[in-house]
Nanobody, 124 residues
Framework: QVQLVESGGGLVQAGDSLRLSCAAS????????MGWFRQAPGKERDFVAA????????YYADSVKGRFTISRDNAKNTLFLQMNNLKPEDTAVYYC?????????????????WGQGTQVTVSS
């Protein structure tokens, strides 16, 4: 069992940066591939970024590539998402998720565990 709690969301202006955190419970955090997803009002949940269990590899949606960076600190059971040059279209609730499989953590239907989400609002 893994419990995930996101933090770091907020209201920012276009061009600003935010860093999201996801604190994980349990001693098996380093066993899981981790991902970030987002869901805008009236839209489906979309994949944003994923990272392997030991942090050796990462994968990004085209819409955030070059602006967002996913990272993790396994010693602190924490996942991060550094978001730079934010745009109004990045406005959404952001969720972290965990899966044993890197392939599954890139699909909205794939992860086993989800956090409750944190709101990111970008004004123009």
């Amino acid at each position: 069992q893994v419990q995930l709690v996101e933090s770091g969301g907020g209201l920012v202006q276009a061009g600003d940066s935010l860093r999201l955190s996801c604190a994980a419970s349990g001693r098996t955090f380093s066993s899981y591939a981790m991902g970030w997803f987002r869901q805008a009002p009236g839209k489906e949940r979309d994949f944003v970024a994923a990272i392997t269990s030991i942090g050796g590899g990462s994968y990004y949606a085209d819409s955030v590539k070059g602006r967002f960076t996913i990272s993790r600190d396994n010693a602190k059971n924490t996942l991060f998402l550094q978001m730079n040059n934010l745009k109004p279209e990045d406005t959404a609730v952001y969720y972290c998720a965990a899966s044993i499989s890197m392939a599954l953590v890139t699909r909205p239907s794939g992860p086993t565990y989800w956090g409750q989400g944190t709101q990111v609002t970008v004004s123009s």
